[in-house]
């Protein structure tokens, strides 16, 4: 079986061995991606190909930098709702700076070079963190980001947390600047997935997608033809406590980060290679082989991403 992570969060320091400001291990994001994309020879399956998800206009620097530097890995640019500060105009108070938009522009334009960027990301609405960010700045940073969805026809890679139908309204709205999408990271309600669905986007799930029996009746309902798999990892994994934690067969050697050791997964830290976890856990709510559902979330991916 064959993977493709649609959203791993690999700049962040956990993979550097630093946890809350502090040094536990060393760096072991290699030993991470080994474990993903080269599994052992008698492993059932192996992560394709991993998308790095960027949240800033630096992270989307360094995420092409990491995806060029490594087989199997590619990048997103784009700045998270809870970023869009960041994007602002410091000579006209409430406006983007167009110069930032067109250096997002240009980061996607050199990394399509060679087919490394592969969506637009992580972009939409946080209304669970206002106080990072406040909401009219994320709506305009969100619109605001729609022009490089125009010029380059890449798809959107779409975070919505807390919003009421307010993200679904904007891209109602403006269904005509960009191509395709994904909501990531779907934790929401049936309706709301309903109502993505009929703009034609894609709905991803993780570990937080599979929480709850109310989330699992959720995502039995999602039809597999418009479904994403991903970890965003180092978050969203599933744990004991979570009701599709059932559904889970596949485990791996783990060890607290404070007794980390050479080979194993760290505890509370997700990797890619969890993602055959949210497959076991899918498959089960929809009374599905996991192979089946590999495989059709392998061709949407594909597709969403144009990977050849």
């Known amino acids: 079986m064959d993977f493709i992570e649609i959203g791993g969060n690999l700049l962040d320091d956990m993979y550097k061995g630093v946890y809350r400001g502090k040094e536990r ?28 998800s960027a949240g800033s206009l630096s992270e989307s620097r360094e995420a092409l930098e990491l ?38 522009i240009r980061i996607c334009q050199d990394g399509m070079t060679d087919g490394t960027v592969r969506a637009i990301g992580e972009l939409g609405l946080d209304y669970a ?40 309204d904007l891209l109602k709205e403006n269904r005509q600047r960009f191509t395709k999408g994904v909501v990531h990271s779907f934790d929401d309600t049936a309706e709301l997935a309903r109502a993505f669905l009929d703009l034609d986007l894609y709905i991803g799930v993780n570990g937080c997608s599979l929480k709850t029996d109310d989330n699992l009746e959720v995502v039995k309902g999602l039809p597999l033809d418009r479904l994403l798999l991903e970890t965003d990892c180092p978050w969203c994994d599933i744990r004991a406590s979570h009701a599709g934690f059932e559904y889970v067969k596949t485990k ?7 007794k980390y050791e050479k080979g194993c997964c760290v505890k509370g830290r997700n990797e890619p290679c ?7 856990v899918v498959a089960g709510v929809k009374g599905l082989s996991v192979e089946e559902v590999a495989a059709a979330c392998y061709r949407n991916s594909m597709d969403f991403f144009s990977f050849e």
């Open 252 to 258: 791996y050697p783990t060890k607290q980060e404070k």
């Open 67 to 104: 995806a060029r530097s490594k087989d199997g890995l590619y990048s997103t640019v784009g700045v998270h709702p809870t970023r869009c500060n960041e994007l602002m105009d410091e000579s006209s108070p409430g406006q983007v700076s167009d110069d930032l938009i067109n250096s997002l």
């Open 129 to 168: 963190r206002t106080q990072f960010c406040s909401v009219d700045v994320q709506k305009a940073g969100f619109l605001a980001q729609l022009r490089v969805a125009e010029v380059t026809k890449l798809p959107l890679f779409l975070h919505n947390r807390d919003t009421g139908t307010d993200l679904l």
């Open 25 to 52: 291990h060393p760096a072991d994001l290699d030993d991470v991606l080994q474990r993903a994309l080269n599994p052992p020879n008698d492993a059932s399956y192996r992560v394709h190909k991993i998308v790095v």
């Open 274 to 280: 969890h993602i055959i976890q949210v497959a076991e």
